[in-house]
């Protein structure tokens, strides 16, 4: 019903800057019925929560390792969420995915998201 579709990975150096994207889509899909997050997942680990963002995008949750770094927003007539991510380093190497829930309210455990993509990768060189 839903399709997140994740872009804007790839290789920086540390301390470089990428911006996420996920465009979502769906027959009936309004992304302004959604609230939306970020996670990341490194080979051999559980994904992990980055950041989150209610319908609205009023409410922003954010992850200890990234506040002051990435700044989550989205653009509901595009269906489009973002992640900048500033300030990036060797432990932000992941696969970054987005998520999306069938409620306004903005969460931080994976578990409550209905959607996910497929993932976009992130590899931050030293």
């Known amino acids: 019903q839903v399709l997140l579709v994740e872009s804007g990975g790839g290789l920086v150096q540390a301390g470089g800057s990428l911006r996420l994207s996920c465009a979502a889509s769906?027959?009936?899909?309004?992304?302004?019925?959604?609230?939306m997050g970020w996670f990341r997942q490194v080979p051999g680990k559980e994904r992990e929560f980055v950041s989150s963002?209610?319908?609205?995008?009023?409410?922003?949750y954010y992850a200890d390792f990234v506040k002051g770094r990435f700044t989550i927003s989205r653009d509901n007539a595009k269906n489009t969420m973002y992640l900048q991510m500033n300030s990036l380093k060797p432990e932000d190497t992941a696969v970054y995915y987005c998520?999306?829930?069938?409620?306004?309210?903005?969460?931080?455990?994976?578990?409550?998201?209905?959607?996910w993509g497929q993932g976009t990768q992130v590899i931050v060189s030293s």
């Open positions: 998520a999306a829930r069938g409620d306004p309210a903005a969460v931080v455990v994976g578990a409550a998201y209905n959607y």
């Open positions: 769906g027959r009936t899909f309004s992304i302004s019925s959604y609230a």
């Open positions: 963002i209610s319908r609205s995008g009023i409410t922003t």
